[in-house]
């Protein structure tokens, strides 16, 4: 079971897992979503520009970010909602093979009793293997109350 509400704390980090950014992730995407700018999926094409190969899909780094914190167990079962993007920064390229990584730190609770749980807001940073930020921002998530507190 994930946190409760009660459970997060300013200045709270959390650290997950890795994952390694695939090929295939970035097709998935582009097909998913219908992004298919060519600096994502024409390799050719992708050598002549700013980058010198293909890159993620900025939103794909999101995602995985999200992806990134559920999997290390703090959401599961006590979400209510994903609730904003307060800020968003993206820094650096991901490119195919990165092998990336989140920080999560709790920046700010607030009790919203009416909804049963309260709003946390994030600080989270997508790092690559050496150590860069590729992206950065502050994300507010809906969290249940403990049952019975």
Same mark, same amino acid.
């Given at each position: 079971?994930?946190?409760?509400?009660?459970?997060?704390?300013?200045? /709270?980090?959390?650290?997950?897992?890795?994952?390694?950014?695939?090929?295939?992730?970035?097709?998935?995407?582009?097909?998913? *979503?219908?992004?298919? %700018?060519?600096?994502? *999926?024409?390799?050719?094409?992708?050598?002549?520009?700013?980058?010198? /190969?293909?890159? &993620?899909?900025?939103?794909?780094?999101?995602?995985? *970010?999200?992806?990134?914190?559920?999997?290390?167990?703090?959401?599961?079962?006590?979400?209510? &909602?994903?609730?904003?993007? %307060? !800020?968003?920064?993206?820094?650096?390229?991901?490119?195919?093979?990165?092998?990336?990584?989140?920080?999560?730190?709790?920046?700010?609770?607030?009790?919203?009793?009416?909804?049963?749980?309260?709003?946390?807001?994030?600080? &989270? !940073?997508?790092?690559? /293997?050496?150590?860069?930020?590729?992206?950065?921002?502050?994300?507010?998530?809906?969290?249940? *109350?403990?049952?019975?507190?």
């Amino acid at each position: 079971m994930g946190l409760y509400f009660e459970e997060f704390s300013v200045g /709270q980090k959390i650290a997950t897992g890795e994952r390694v950014v695939s090929d295939s992730d970035i097709m998935t995407f582009a097909d998913l *979503t219908g992004d298919n %700018n060519r600096i994502h *999926t024409d390799e050719e094409f992708s050598k002549a520009g700013p980058f010198g /190969q293909r890159v &993620a899909h900025g939103l794909l780094g999101l995602s995985i *970010t999200m992806g990134l914190a559920w999997r290390t167990g703090i959401l599961d079962g006590t979400v209510i &909602a994903f609730r904003e993007i %307060n !800020e968003w920064k993206f820094i650096k390229p991901i490119f195919i093979g990165d092998t990336v990584r989140g920080e999560l730190n709790i920046l700010q609770t607030k009790a919203l009793p009416r909804i049963g749980g309260g709003s946390v807001l994030i600080n &989270a !940073e997508l790092k690559n /293997q050496k150590d860069e930020v590729c992206m950065k921002g502050d994300l507010t998530i809906l969290v249940m *109350t403990k049952p019975g507190g």
